[in-house]
């Protein structure tokens, strides 16, 4: 399912990219030893990142693909993988499950500038 996956990414609401504190997205495709998917978002605080996993536009993102898996009437539950999320809509999930894993910087680099 990795490339019903990606284009449901592609087709994502995108609102994400308006929040205030929101840095950077990044939808990561194993190379190998393993087929987990990682979605990384940077954001300039932890605060912010809180803020917009409870602001409306999160959740009108979110209830996008349950609202169209119902309208094809699928993802009836909402269990684990089901009924919202990213996975969902457009015949079914294309992923099983997630989890949050969260990380502070703790040294970072970029280009030396000539």
Known sequence: ???ELEQ???GRAGMV???DGFEWFELLRPVEGGDRYLV???WRSEEDFRRWQESQAFQAGHARAAAEA???GEGQGHGHGQGHGHGHGHGG???TGSELWSFEVVESAGPKEE
Do not use: D, G, K, L
Request: proline letters at 6%; aromatic letters at 12%; charged letters at 30%.
């Open 40 to 42: 990384y978002t940077r």
């Open 17 to 19: 990219e308006s929040a």
């Open 70 to 72: 119902a309208a094809q």
């Open 93 to 95: 999930p294309a992923a």
């Open 8 to 10: 449901r990414f592609a």
């Open 1 to 3: 399912m990795r490339r």
